[in-house]
């Protein structure tokens, strides 16, 4: 956990950071929609992958700018 803010904290202190989270909530949004297209208009009998893809969707989406609001406090 402890490299993951530190990789945080070097995007944050980078100019980049917005592009960086943009960049990671597009591909969150991109497999949230992946994971509901195959979970609504295939006929899969495991659900695994669609799940999957649901959730990391998710986690990509909200997980970015907590991350680098964790890295500003610690780093201050």
Same mark, same amino acid.
Do not use: H, K, N, Q
């Given at each position: 956990?402890?490299?993951? *803010?530190?990789? /945080?904290?070097? !995007? /944050?202190?980078?100019?980049?950071? &917005?592009?960086?989270?943009?960049?990671?909530? =597009?591909? $969150?949004? @991109? /497999?949230?929609? $992946?994971?509901?297209?195959?979970?609504? *208009?295939?006929?899969? $009998?495991? =659900? !695994? %992958?669609? @799940? !999957?893809? +649901?959730? &990391?969707? %998710? +986690? %990509?989406?909200? !997980?970015?700018? *907590? =991350?680098?609001?964790? /890295?500003? @406090?610690?780093?201050?």
């Amino acid at each position: 956990m402890d490299d993951i *803010l530190e990789l /945080a904290d070097v !995007v /944050a202190d980078s100019e980049l950071e &917005g592009a960086i989270i943009w960049l990671l909530r =597009l591909i $969150g949004l @991109l /497999a949230l929609l $992946g994971g509901l297209g195959l979970w609504l *208009l295939t006929d899969m $009998g495991l =659900l !695994v %992958l669609p @799940l !999957v893809l +649901i959730v &990391g969707g %998710l +986690i %990509l989406l909200i !997980v970015p700018s *907590l =991350l680098l609001t964790l /890295a500003e @406090l610690g780093g201050d």
